[in-house]
């Protein structure tokens, strides 16, 4: 069965920040945000990051936006190459220029500051203070010419006004706070004369310093093992309790985001294409792409033996598809699927979708692990 219109009408829609009503053919954007007293500690809305290359322009972000309260985390997921390290490159200003560029959208902190519109002088005074960064390799952010110390210390000085000795004296707390042991003869060492899981925790040292109000971490316990990576991920736990820190955990691990996330937003093809909160995008998928990645990957409990790869390959992001990005994948295709892209549908409790199932008029699917809350067509 085919759902045919070209264009739904009345269908209600969602982003983070707007409800778009479809009449007519036209999409009519309103702002839905309810006013709060408490601003979302990072918005990221509508991004589009695009790249030169020998082969053409790559649109490796194409209009993403999510958002992570204080003291929540946010845990992006998607195959490889679906843009969730370009997306949070982009808002730390690490776009490299040229290839690539930023072509519109807007990275708002505590609902003020457009990090995406400053100079790069202007962007520099946040970073750090205000969001800070973890990478999956250590190396990547830690000098390796200089103390592991006074790397943390100099932080300090630059953004909190402090003078080196209370800056060092403060490295030395917060190296022994990540339990890195003699922590102050440690903080007199140089990054080579770590171990990787030494490094990992003084990298989150750095990091949280200047008790940055975002903390984005890329991939951060991927290269470790799993005793490590439990202690580096309670240690993000224990320091964003105490500081209230939204944080934006991208990882491929399934048990990290059940573990770790109140909030996820399911990434394909430089797109969101579902989000909300962790429980019920697990357990009540509504977007075809989200049960595929379920079904490929290990279940937290361990109770999921038999792993489901999806079949093909993502879209060409030189000419990404004009409909929806998963429809040559997707089991559940329809018509419309092909030529017009789904926006975000309201599921309820939070939850949004981007497919078409989830529009009024489709036809319900039989695949009962699929949550729709779309009627069937009379
Ligand atoms: N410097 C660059 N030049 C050209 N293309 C790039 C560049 N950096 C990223 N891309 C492209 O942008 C897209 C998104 O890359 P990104 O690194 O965000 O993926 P990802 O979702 O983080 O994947 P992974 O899970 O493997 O880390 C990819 O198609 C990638 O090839
Ligand atoms: S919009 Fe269509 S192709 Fe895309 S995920 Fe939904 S059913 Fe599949
Ligand atoms: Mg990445």
Redesign the pocket.
């Known amino acids: 069965m085919r759902l045919r219109r070209k264009t739904p009408p009345g269908g209600r829609l969602v982003s983070p920040s707007y409800v778009v009503t479809v009449s007519k053919g036209i999409f009519i954007a309103m702002s839905s945000s309810t006013p709060t007293s408490t601003p979302a500690a990072l918005e990221i809305r509508n991004l589009q990051v695009e790249f030169d290359t020998f082969g053409g322009v790559v649109k490796a972000v194409r209009g993403v936006s999510y958002a992570v309260a204080p003291g929540q985390t946010l845990a992006v997921v998607g195959e490889s190459g679906c843009g969730k390290s370009v997306t949070v490159q982009a808002v730390m200003g690490l776009i490299p220029r040229p290839p690539g560029r930023v072509t519109s959208g807007s990275a708002l902190l505590k609902g003020g500051v457009d990090l995406l519109a400053l100079t790069e002088a202007e962007a520099r005074q946040y970073r750090a203070r205000d969001i800070a960064m973890i990478f999956q390799d250590p190396m990547t952010s830690l000098n390796p010419t200089m103390r592991i110390g006074d790397q943390i210390a100099e932080s300090l000085v630059v953004h909190k006004g402090m003078s080196w000795e209370a800056s060092r004296a403060e490295a030395i707390r917060l190296l022994d706070r990540t339990r890195i042991p003699e922590a102050s003869s440690r903080s007199r060492q140089y990054p080579f004369e770590f171990s990787g899981g030494m490094l990992q925790r003084a990298m989150i040292a750095v990091a949280v310093a200047c008790r940055p109000a975002v903390l984005i971490a890329d991939e951060p316990t991927t290269a470790l093992d799993v005793t490590i990576q439990d202690q580096v991920l309670e240690l993000m736990r224990e320091i964003q309790r105490e500081e209230k820190m939204a944080i934006v955990l991208i990882t491929h691990d399934l048990g990290v985001v059940a573990r770790m996330a109140d909030e996820v937003a399911v990434m394909y093809a430089g797109q969101i294409?579902e989000q909300g909160p962790v429980g019920s995008i697990f357990k009540n998928s509504s977007?075809?792409?989200t049960l595929g990645l379920r079904q490929a990957m290990p279940s937290s409990d361990g109770s999921r033996t038999r792993l489901l790869p999806i079949e093909g390959s993502p879209p060409d992001l030189f000419r990404p598809p004009v409909?929806?990005?998963?429809?040559a994948r997707?089991?559940?295709?329809?018509q419309?699927?092909e030529f017009h892209s789904?926006p975000l549908f309201d599921v309820g409790s939070g939850q949004s979708s981007?497919?078409?199932?989830q529009h009024s008029e489709a036809p319900r699917s039989r695949d009962s692990r699929l949550h729709q809350k779309g009627k069937a067509p009379a």
């Open positions: 294409v977007h075809p792409y409909g929806c990005g998963y429809c997707c089991p559940f295709a329809m419309v699927c789904p981007a497919c078409w199932l």
